[in-house]
């Protein structure tokens, strides 16, 4: 398999570059920065980054304050400086300096901060014009060159039928805010059909946003009770018979919907999953798609989450033999199954399969979730590290690039050298910086945003979205089934 794997990466890194240099097609690339905690060679920090493979970098996530409706760090001791902290959004900006070209974005949302807030402070002129000057003056603060809306999903997840409408207000007065100031508005939409209605008028999105990053991707999970690829390229019969909204569950019809709908070609960057979804099968003889499957794969040892795998730590499942691998016809999607365990992932051939389907529809580029779960140790022996990001650039745009262009000098550049002051001994609520979970209360939605001040701890009591808890082991929100501290039998919600 892993011969296979080299001769495809092989060919895809044999096209040419652009004439001018400049790369054809946008690599939009979100880094998920929560996995500078994951543990042993799973752990990513900032310096991990190869610029040189993205036109766009998103760093995921900053958050919404409800108390003052400006955007906030969340996690205060990785993200800044202050209070003798880390510093990644300086150190993240900073990779310009290895690639001018770049673009570096925060993103602010993501799944775990839901809805309700944005549906109030988008509700809210006032509020909407506090928001924004906020996100103007913290992406200068900190040298980004624009802002990617992620609030998933308008009118859903606690918010209201009125956020269609006060989401395109929204991104109008940020728009109209970023354009003098040289700054880029994109946004992070959703894949499925229901979704796409509810939360968007998808003309009026086109015409403010300078990037589209449609997630086409998470079509199927371990919220299901069967077994579905993470993202089919295309639709099979077996999508069609089940129904259920199963017959809209690929990217060529979410792509095609959205260019339907008025989103520009060249404003669409097509989500990519560097993970996959994975099940436990009900019966190991029944292991083909839509399988009976109630309980999601084990986790695994990086991402620490059930059901869910990094490229990563797939590979190295696959290298230890004993697999079956199955790659759809109709679906054009692989699928890797062993004994009881089932897995839907894309590999380098999905990676020329995609890029290819990008080329041929004239869209802008490529979008993925997530770089630390690309095999960026080069674990599995594909040649060099980060296969599947290489195989999209050079499939899109050939040579990786080694710029060497003028230093940007925008903003603070080194990390300060004072003497660090004393940390105060562990509280009831903060044993250290960072995100802390519920002290009281195993399996529970609250946790705590502690940033050490001398002698004392400040504390920020947060809650996770509406049918997730704070897990202790993974230092996040997770589905409340996917918890080892919460009762299993409770049902997970469908995304």
């Known amino acids: 398999m892993r011969v296979i794997l080299l001769a495809a990466l092989a060919a895809v890194a044999a096209c040419t570059s652009v004439d001018d240099g400049s790369p054809q097609y946008m690599a939009v690339c979100y880094y998920g920065t929560w996995a500078v905690y994951r543990p042993g060679l799973g752990k990513f920090d900032v310096e991990?980054?190869?610029?040189?493979l993205c036109t766009h970098l998103i760093y995921g996530f900053a958050g919404l304050d409800p108390s003052k409706y400006t955007i906030k760090s969340l996690d205060p001791w990785n993200d800044l400086y202050d209070n003798y902290g880390k510093g990644a959004f300086i150190r993240f900006t900073n990779l310009k300096l290895r690639n001018p070209a770049l673009k570096t974005i925060l993103a602010i949302g993501g799944w775990n901060?839901?809805?309700?807030?944005?549906?109030?402070?988008a509700g809210s002129p006032s509020l909407r014009q506090k928001f924004v000057q906020s996100c103007v003056e913290f992406l200068h603060k900190y040298n980004f060159d624009g802002l990617d809306m992620d609030?998933?999903?308008?009118?859903?997840?606690?918010?209201?039928?009125?956020?269609?409408?006060?989401?395109?207000?929204?991104?109008?007065?940020?728009?109209?805010?970023?354009q003098p100031e040289g700054l880029i508005l994109t946004a992070a939409v959703g894949a499925g059909k229901p979704t796409i209605d509810d939360a968007y008028?998808?003309?009026?999105?086109?015409?403010?946003?300078?990037?589209?990053?449609?997630?086409?991707?998470?079509?199927?999970?371990?919220?299901?009770?069967?077994?579905?690829?993470?993202?089919?390229?295309?639709?099979?019969?077996?999508?069609?018979?089940?129904?259920?909204?199963?017959?809209?569950?690929?990217?060529n019809y979410s792509v095609n919907y959205y260019l339907k709908g008025g989103i520009p070609k060249h404003k669409m960057a097509m989500g990519i999953p560097l993970y996959g979804h994975g099940f436990h099968l009900d019966h190991a003889d029944q292991h083909g798609l839509y399988a009976p499957a109630s309980q999601p794969q084990p986790a695994c040892p990086y991402t620490r989450q059930a059901g869910v795998c990094?490229?990563?730590?797939?590979?190295?499942?696959?290298?230890?033999?004993?697999w079956t691998n199955v790659r759809d016809p109709d679906q054009k999607a692989i699928y890797s199954y062993k004994g009881s365990i089932w897995v839907g992932y894309d590999?380098?051939?999905?990676?020329?399969?995609?890029?290819?389907?990008?080329?041929?529809?004239?869209?802008?580029g490529s979008m993925v979730w997530s770089i630390e779960t690309d095999d960026f140790h080069n674990l599995c022996g594909f040649?060099?590290?980060?296969?599947?990001?290489?195989?999209?650039?050079?499939?899109?745009?050939?040579?990786?690039?080694?710029?060497?262009?003028?230093?940007?000098?925008?903003?603070?550049?080194?990390?300060?050298?004072?003497?660090?002051?004393?940390?105060?001994s562990p509280s009831h609520v903060c044993k250290r910086n960072g995100l802390n979970p519920d002290p009281d209360k195993m399996c529970s939605p609250i946790f705590y945003e502690c940033v050490s001040d001398g002698d004392h701890w400040d504390a920020t009591q947060e809650e996770c979205a509406s049918g997730t808890v704070?897990?202790?082991?993974?230092?996040?929100?997770?589905?409340?089934?996917?918890?080892?501290?919460?009762?299993?039998?409770?049902?997970?919600?469908?995304?």
């Open 151 to 178: 609030w998933e999903y308008p009118a859903e997840r606690g918010g209201n039928p009125i956020d269609k409408d006060d989401y395109i207000a929204l991104i109008k007065e940020l728009k109209a805010a970023f």
């Open 48 to 52: 991990d980054v190869d610029p040189n």
């Open 470 to 495: 704070f897990d202790r082991l993974a230092n996040t929100c997770v589905w409340i089934s996917e918890s080892n501290e919460c009762d299993h039998t409770q049902p997970r919600l469908e995304a």
């Open 201 to 251: 008028h998808i003309k009026e999105m086109g015409m403010y946003l300078d990037i589209v990053n449609v997630m086409t991707y998470d079509y199927h999970g371990s919220w299901s009770p069967f077994t579905g690829h993470v993202a089919p390229l295309y639709l099979s019969p077996l999508d069609i018979e089940h129904g259920d909204g199963c017959q809209y569950f690929s990217v």
């Open 383 to 424: 040649g060099a590290p980060n296969p599947l990001m290489t195989a999209i650039w050079t499939n899109l745009n050939g040579d990786i690039p080694h710029p060497t262009g003028p230093t940007p000098t925008t903003g603070p550049t080194t990390r300060p050298t004072d003497p660090p002051p004393p940390t105060p």
């Open 347 to 364: 590999d380098l051939e999905s990676m020329k399969l995609k890029t290819d389907y990008i080329k041929s529809m004239g869209l802008g």
């Open 113 to 121: 901060e839901g809805s309700t807030k944005y549906s109030k402070m």
């Open 310 to 322: 990094g490229f990563n730590e797939i590979c190295k499942l696959l290298e230890q033999g004993g």
